[in-house]
């Protein structure tokens, strides 16, 4: 059997990132595909309304031209054959539409009947993207029983393919029809190999990588059984220091990024007794600067906390308070005019500990300043 290209990069077959959101899931699967040929990566996300179809392929609407019967001036399109001239009308038809996986699936058998001058065999990426989000139960039916791989990568169990997918793949191997013979293949996989060509049969090719992420944010959305996740790697990405010097810049102050996730994860843990809320490095994302911007901070670290974490367990903690004897709300983060309110973000900061740093003239005259400026206008209103 060939072996596969560059495959210490992209091991093992299966593996699902797993972890907080913002621990760099993604980051990391999309530095491995960079890697690789744009050709050579198929990427899907699931979502709650992912099914069979959406991920495989389904017979979809197509418009196309056909010959008219009736002629209607204003209605027909010319269209010239040679020297003569066909008239044509748009007309809705039905064809099979590849999606997610099949795309996946036939490149990396058409990279495999195909060895490199090497003798390797090009690798192929499936990314799924929030995993956990779709029912992986029903969005991979009968491809389940594909994930069991044998000591040499390919499905250690086949299965039969409807006679739309076979009728597709059939088609879409019709050029490496025969590639099973000869020697790029043991002789015992030849028929089977022959059968996959004439799309027969679903055998995953030992070089089709599937890696996925999956917020463990997430998880209670549609668990995923035990039998599913047995036949995956998992990598798990903590939350940690990226050392990147983000700041939150509230005018011409700025507050030290990761103490604040490392004193509001604290607090999420204490809060919630679970790992499963809390915020990665890169959960919200800074200027150019390093800078998290007010408004940016208010829109998308507060929100989260306010209206996905605390929200079921009360703000009675002092760390809520909000230094006149009542408790901070989510709608004391903001103005009358709806312009966030730097007073409200500080304090919740300084009730946290969370170190202030220096900032350079840059820092103070650029995007924070003007975010205090707005804030100080709308106080004004």
Known sequence: VPTVGDSSAINPLQLIFYGAPGTGKSKDV???????????????????????ASFVGAYKPKMVDVPRSRIVED??????????????ERQISYEFVPQAFTKAYVQAWRRMAAPLPDGTVAPVMLVIE???????????GDLFQLLDRNDEGFSEYEIAADDDLRRHLAEAFGEVRGAARGDAHPPEMAEKLER???????????????????NTSDQSLFPIDSAFKRRWEWKYMPIHDAQKGYRIAIGADAYDWWDFLDKANALVQDVTDSEDKKLGYFFCKANPDGT????????????????????????????????????????????????PKAEAVRQFLENLGVAKMSTDEKTAEGASSADEAHAEEGASA
């Open 30 to 52: 999309n530095d491995v595909a960079a890697k690789l040929p744009p050709e050579d990566v198929v990427r899907t996300t699931f979502h709650p309304d992912s099914d069979y």
């Open 75 to 88: 209605e027909i399109k010319k269209v010239t054959k040679g020297d003569a001239q066909l008239l044509t």
């Open 130 to 140: 929030e995993i956990n989000r779709g029912d992986c139960a029903k969005v991979f």
């Open 196 to 214: 996959v060509f004439r799309g027969e049969i679903l055998l995953l090719p030992a070089n089709l990588r599937i890696w996925a992420t999956m």
């Open 292 to 339: 998290i911007p007010l408004e940016r901070f208010i829109g998308k670290v507060v929100f989260y906390l306010w209206n996905d974490v605390f929200k079921d367990v009360g703000f009675d903690r002092e760390v809520f308070a909000d230094g006149a004897g009542g408790r901070l709300l989510f709608k004391d983060f903001f103005n009358p005019d709806g312009s």
